[in-house]
């Protein structure tokens, strides 16, 4: 069949018309992300002061600190460490618990070794790790957990770490509680009795500390 020249021009025109109706693609509006927030800044917290009550004396504080570091290898937990100050009267309060954390300290009363103070002065003068010598020996121990002994009863074992308390197991050097360190002692005879180089304590606190001291962590004797 043969299309005439016109039919194509209208043709085509029809064809362009139809073209020209279709609907225009509407145009792709890419939404702005919004720019996150600046990062709020983190709050600086300030830990509460080591020993707000100055119960601890200050030398026995800071080389109690610096042995935290010299055994951090022995010293697994650092959330609260034990300090005995041997140069305090027995009387008085000298063994603490440092709070390393909210830096509270609470104190204790502890005994030293017979050999220490033969006179029985209340004061402990001489310090060895010699077995059988009855004095205490100071320097850096760990807490080895709770153990029990037939003669003291429940207790904490010790660990010596220097070269001044590393017979600490060999000689027995423990903490547990005795009879001589409880409060009707001290009011009956104005001073602790004497162990046998063991940090002994009263009756009463022997449990708490027990519990607290565990494994792990730091005793710290000195004069």
């Avoid at 709020?40 to 509460?48: G, H, L, R, W, Y």
């Avoid at 080591?50 to 650092?78: C, F, G, K, Q, T």
Wanted: hydrophobic letters at 40%; glycine letters at 10%.
């Amino acid at each position: 069949m043969r299309l005439s020249r016109r039919g194509l021009i209208l043709g085509g025109s029809a064809m362009i018309a139809g073209c020209a109706s279709a609907p225009k693609p509407l145009p792709v509006v890419i939404a702005e992300i919004p720019a996150p927030p600046p990062f709020a800044p983190i709050p600086q917290i300030t830990p509460p002061p080591l020993d707000p009550r100055r119960l601890v004396r200050p030398e026995l504080m800071s080389r109690a600190m610096a042995a935290l570091d010299v055994h951090h290898n022995r010293i697994a937990l650092r959330d609260r460490m034990y300090l005995v100050d041997f140069e305090k009267f027995s009387g008085e309060e000298r063994l603490f618990e440092v709070d390393l954390i909210g830096g509270r300290v609470t104190a204790f009363r502890t005994t030293h070794g017979r050999g220490s103070d033969p006179a029985h002065s209340g004061f402990a003068r001489t310090f060895s790790n010699t077995p059988e010598s009855y004095m205490s020996s100071v320097g850096a121990f760990a807490t080895a957990g709770a153990g029990w002994g037939p003669q003291q009863g429940p207790n904490v074992l010790l660990d010596g770490l220097e070269y001044s308390n590393n017979l600490a197991r060999d000689r027995a050097i423990i903490v547990h509680g005795a009879d001589y360190a409880d409060p009707d002692f001290l009011a009956r005879e104005g001073k602790l009795g004497r162990s046998y180089g063991c940090f002994s304590t009263a009756h009463t606190d022997l449990p708490m500390l027990r519990e607290r001291m565990g494994e792990g962590r730091l005793l710290f004797a000195w004069a």
